[in-house]
């Protein structure tokens, strides 16, 4: 691969971490459409408790960081390595399964 | 638009459940045929930044926000099949990470964001850019009426599940109105984003933008 794909590929990382680690500080609190209809609407209530609302990092903070914008930067910045090895781990997988197909469809 | 536990019941979240598998079984099928070694870390990074945008909540109206669903995106950027993979990966990560998003609703988070919301507006980007010019404006108007649109069409997919399966007794009509007229509002706010983020890229490398009509595009680029 050429040297001007990583680069463009290490910029949008880098864009991708500022936003995750550091504007999702300033974004809106408010709630948002579907939270906002349900409450209007009357039927928030049925909503359940997360199943994993306990885990470490539920709802974009770092259980322990105790400031709001250091905490949800920090979980963000978690959520864009995850999300990355994640996509590529699969993306691979279908491929290595893409060519096990057109090898068997050669043979 | 993240869909908790309990707004819809059980059997119709099985339901949107099992198609959803069904459709991502098809778009690995599809995905598989044209991955190549430039195409896997590219939509990595579309599925990271697509997590990232999703983090920031932006006003819409008193009291309300949305954030960026990213489907359009993802599918102009990488191709429809490997796009709604795309949203797939960013919906499990933030399902099991970050308890956004009930697990019992997966299955109707992926139906409505990732399936119906990616390949809806991509066959509505498809379908403006056809009458459009195949040049730069008319890529990226083609991009931000369809990532706008693609709101809406999720909202009303979960309108359909509350129709089938909802809880907490709202009437149907109201909850209809409410979900179409909020979602319109934030998909202003996906087509501008979508497609300033497709421009930029389109002004830096526009061969990896997948989607773009290829030969004009790119002379231009």
């Known amino acids: ?107 | 638009m993240h869909i908790p536990d309990g707004f819809i019941n059980i059997p119709t979240s099985a339901g949107f459940g099992a198609a959803a598998l069904g459709g991502i079984w098809y778009s690995i099928r599809r995905a598989a045929q044209l991955l190549d070694d430039r195409r896997i870390p590219l939509a990595g990074l579309v599925a990271a930044f697509v997590f990232a945008a999703q983090m920031i909540n932006f006003p819409v109206a008193a009291g309300t926000s949305g954030h960026l669903l990213g489907g359009v995106l993802a599918a102009v950027l990488v191709g429809p099949w490997l796009g709604a993979l795309v949203l797939t990966v960013v919906l499990v990560v933030q399902g099991f990470f970050f308890a956004d998003g009930g697990l019992s609703a997966l299955g109707l988070n992926v139906f409505n964001m990732a399936l119906l919301g990616t390949l809806g507006g991509y066959l509505i980007y498809r379908g403006l850019l056809a009458l459009l010019p195949k040049n730069r404006t008319g890529t990226l108007i083609a991009t931000g009426v369809a990532a706008g649109l693609s709101v809406p069409i999720a909202a009303f997919a979960f309108v359909l599940e509350y129709a089938i399966g909802g809880e907490g007794g709202a009437g149907l009509g109201t909850v209809a109105a409410a979900m179409g007229g909020v979602h319109l509002l934030i998909g202003i706010g996906e087509g501008l984003i979508t497609a300033l983020v497709v421009g930029a890229v389109l002004s830096t490398r526009p061969d990896l933008v997948a989607a773009a009509p290829k030969v004009e595009v790119m002379a231009h680029g």
């Open chain 1, 1 to 107: 691969m050429d040297r001007r794909l990583w680069l463009f590929l290490g910029i949008g990382l880098l864009v991708a971490l500022l936003v995750a680690g550091v504007l999702s500080g300033f974004a809106s609190g408010e709630p948002d459409g579907l939270e906002r209809v349900s409450v209007d609407e009357g039927f928030d209530e049925a909503a359940a408790d997360h199943a994993l609302a306990n885990s470490p990092l539920a709802d974009y903070a770092v259980e322990g960081v105790e400031d709001d914008r250091l905490s949800t930067g920090l979980a963000g910045v978690i959520g864009v390595v995850a999300t990355l090895a994640l996509s590529v781990s699969l993306f691979y997988g279908i491929r290595l399964y893409g060519k096990a197909r057109r090898g068997k469809e050669a043979a």
